[in-house]
Every structure is written in C-alpha cells, then in structure tokens.
C-alpha cells in the first residue's frame, strides 16, 4: 500500500491551493483519511480528517478556509485551501487508516499509512 501525494507549491497570501493524495495497492477498506502538516521546528499536527462517511475536522486555524473531500470510489482524499497565509507554510503529509488485503488474501488489521509530504510555502 503506498499514498502519494500532490498539489503542493509556492502561492502568495490569499490564494488558493488543492492537495490531492491517492492510496494505492491491495487495499480492503479505507477508514480515516486526513492531513497533517509540519512546519520547521514545529510538531506535525493534525490539519484535517474525514471518515469513510463524510464526517470532518478541522483544526480551529483551518476553519472556514479548508475543506477536505474525499473520492472514496478512488480512495483519494482532497484538501482545498483557500485564503492561503504565510503561517500555513508547512509539508503537509496525506493519512489513512485502512485494511490492507495480506498474502493469505484476508483483510489485515487496520493501521495508520503515511504519503511522502508536499511542501506548501505562502509568501506574504
């Protein structure tokens, strides 16, 4: 199983910018999809999650800017962020908790899958 992830850039302070993050491989089931991001010297933190049913959550920052989607036909999930500011400069790496299909052919227990981080940079 492996995410990828894409759409990161270089924008200026009140544009827009959409990640994007596909899981692929023998994949069973798919449950918490999510965004996190990490700035220099800074934890990496939760920016975004949706469950397999649509429910959202956002950190208080992202609020009224962000929304996450997800495509769950494709098991992709989708980070728009609109009215970008220079103190959402950060990598922002694509989760998922989901079951893998094993070499037996039996779903496997479900565990936490990272994508390889996109950088975001916004420019004042």
């Known amino acids: 199983v492996q995410l990828q992830a894409s759409g990161g850039g270089l924008v200026q302070a009140g544009e827009s910018l959409r990640l994007s993050c596909a899981a692929t491989?023998?994949?069973?089931?798919?449950?918490?999809m999510g965004w996190y991001r990490q700035a220099p010297g800074d934890q990496r933190e939760l920016v975004a999650q949706i469950t397999s049913g649509g429910s959202t959550d956002y950190t208080d920052s992202v609020k009224g800017r962000f929304s996450i989607t997800r495509d769950n036909a494709k098991d992709t999930v989708y980070l728009q962020m609109n009215s970008l500011r220079p103190d959402d400069t950060a990598v922002y790496y694509c989760s998922a908790n989901l079951r893998s299909i094993g070499a037996t052919g039996l779903p496997s227990d479900s565990r936490d899958y990272w994508g390889q981080g996109t950088q975001v940079t916004v420019s004042s």
């Open positions: 491989g023998r994949i069973f089931r798919v449950n918490v």
